[in-house]
């Protein structure tokens, strides 16, 4: 009776079907039409269903029932509303692989004239039937978004005997019209905030769904039941046992903390709060919200504490006080929700807010090495690396002078990865700024770059030369600052970018072939075999510029060292 093997199943006894005896056929056809012997797994119309199915189809295929078996077989198929033969011929295709379009029926006609007493029982009969052919019938979809109130009822007449259609209440809840009138909204949160634990809990996902998007209708319409409402789903979370399961942190990368049941109640929280201006005393409620979604726990809490740091800046504005007091302390680093807080707001531009940024600045100075311990991924710690330098970068003359330690030792505390990315942005810094690279660039280079041997690799000798390539007509200026940090280079470094210029100007070779040339000495390969791309172009094309001759020497030393496999192609 499996799906995924009764094709071969009805071609095998098809193909044998002549080989049993008489027996044995009738025995045969007695079994398929009893259907499905689990029947704690099948209700009453599914085990017709399937025993017709394969009935059916083999008795149309050439398989011969007796008078009584036929005759019992009529009897099930005139019970199936709506049969047709034809749903026979795709049965046994219906498993193979394909393409295939599937239309989508979802009229609510045949609903609309029934009582709503009625509505549900027929929509369990109408299922049983599954795919019919290539068309799918689904009238409740169309019921909910065309008569919601109506639907409704239907699912709450079952509810007043106790009866929680979960499938159905599942469909009600996840394809509940956004312009349905605010009555029939109102309705609906009051049903469902009164259901048992036990369905609550199995309609959680949808009731938070649900919540989203319709929870500031309903406070639109009714306060305090919006509010009961709130308090039921925020009670049922504290009392499930699947928030791990809904922070999924085994799934998704560990920085991502807003999403979730928690994530989802803070969003349309604050949304109403920011799109209906409530009265005076309604931020009071809003707020002691927040602070009952933050006593939740296994996860639950932080997603909180990460959605509503998504939004500090707005909040600061507003209730600078409540700010202050329950949420400027979660960044500090040994906190609960540093982590979740952290990874929220640097992915805002409210890091840059003045007062916020004075609050946040001890913590954020110290974030080096830290932030290795919160396994983020690389783009996160990226982006991190980015605030960090751009606030520092823009900082005043005395902010500056005053976080110079600080600053140099968080650069010492950072992995080789992330000074690649702080060269590597202080880069955009010079192109996108007027005056970049002597205001900004060079300045920071000098005040806090650490200067220690072990800081000086090969990886990051890359990222200076990437950020030498970019800085144009201030090349010799920041090569005087960057060259104490080159080192000897193997692999490929962006070197190319130096002989080759914008549409109508000099390449940096050909502008600066003297600074170029000091650079190649820095970089030049301690081994001559490996020669990083793009290192002898620069050579050749020094060769033909108009060098001094102290300068000529230093080209033909370098030319020697390269070693005489490449002589020829040097020599011009």
Known sequence: WDRHVRLEILFLIRDRWDDFSPTEQTSLADRILAGPIHEEDYDGDMLRNYAVQYAKWLETNGCGFSVAQSNTLEQLVSGIEGWSDEWVKDFARSERRGTYSIKIDDSPDELLSLPESQIIDHLKVLGSTGLIGMNEKQPFSGLIRQNPRKALAALSVKVRHKVYEVEFWESLLSEWPENADCQATWLCA?????????????????????????????????????????????????????????????????????????????????????????????????????????????????????????????????????????????????????????????????????????NLMPWLLGIFPKVYEWNWSNSLERLLVQRFVSLVVFADENEQNEMTESVRRNIMHMNDQSRSNAIHFLSLVGKDNNDGWLKFVIPFIERYWPRQIKFKTEKLAGAWLHLLSRSDENFPAVLEVVKRFLVPINTGSGLHSFSRGAEGQKSLVEAFPTHVLEMLNYVKPLQPSKIPYGFLDLVEVLSISDLEKGQLRVLSKLKDQLNKPFHRRLTR
Request: net charge negative; hydrophobic share 40%; aromatic share 14%.
């Open 190 to 358: 009051a049903r469902v905030s009164r259901f048992p634990d036990d369905p609550f809990n199995k309609l959680l996902d949808y009731i938070v769904w649900w919540f989203g998007k319709n929870w500031q209708h309903v406070y639109q319409c009714d306060e305090k039941l919006a509010w009961d409402f709130f308090d039921r789903v925020v009670t049922q979370l504290a009392q499930s046992d699947n928030a791990l399961q809904d922070t999924k942190k085994h799934e998704r990368p560990r920085h991502d903390y807003s999403s979730g049941h928690a994530g989802r109640l803070v969003d349309v929280l604050l949304t109403t709060m920011q799109s209906l201006n409530p009265t005076p005393d309604a931020p009071k409620a809003f707020l002691k919200g927040f602070e009952r979604l933050l006593l939740l726990e296994d996860g639950y809490a932080e997603q909180a504490a990460s959605r509503l740091t998504s939004y500090i800046d707005w909040l600061y504005e507003k209730y600078p006080d409540w700010v202050s007091e329950l949420m400027i302390p979660w960044f500090d680093l040994r906190h609960e929700y540093a982590e979740a807080t952290w990874s929220a707001l640097i992915q805002t531009r409210a890091i840059y807010n003045p007062t916020l940024r004075d």
